[in-house]
């Protein structure tokens, strides 16, 4: 338990992180699963454009590395291509 006043605030403002971390970090997962498991081409298209601009906010806010995110936009954009959506 913290001492002293700064380090309480730091244990209330670590909470409060966590939580919209793993907040965040669950929207990123869910929304690659359903990129991941759509079959119609329109509407990876769709989900595509969706689940790179969920990604790209995680990096901004520094959730996930650049590279992280660039490496999963490029698997799920090659998976997709691999369906037959036109990404």
């Known amino acids: 338990m913290p001492n002293t006043r700064s380090a309480k ?3 209330r403002q670590a909470r409060r992180r966590a939580i919209r971390n793993r907040a965040a ?3 990123v997962k869910t929304i690659l699963k359903k ?9 990876a ?8 601009s969920v990604l790209d906010r ?6 996930l590395h650049r590279n992280a995110a660039a490496r999963r936009k490029a ?3 090659a998976r997709l291509r691999a369906a ?4």
């Open 25 to 27: 970090r669950s929207r």
């Open 9 to 11: 605030k730091r244990l």
């Open 75 to 77: 698997r799920l954009a």
């Open 58 to 63: 995680a990096v901004s806010k520094g959730l």
């Open 35 to 43: 990129a991941s498991a759509v079959t119609d081409p329109q509407a």
């Open 45 to 52: 298209t769709t989900l595509y454009r969706e689940a790179s």
């Open 84 to 87: 037959g959506a036109s990404i």
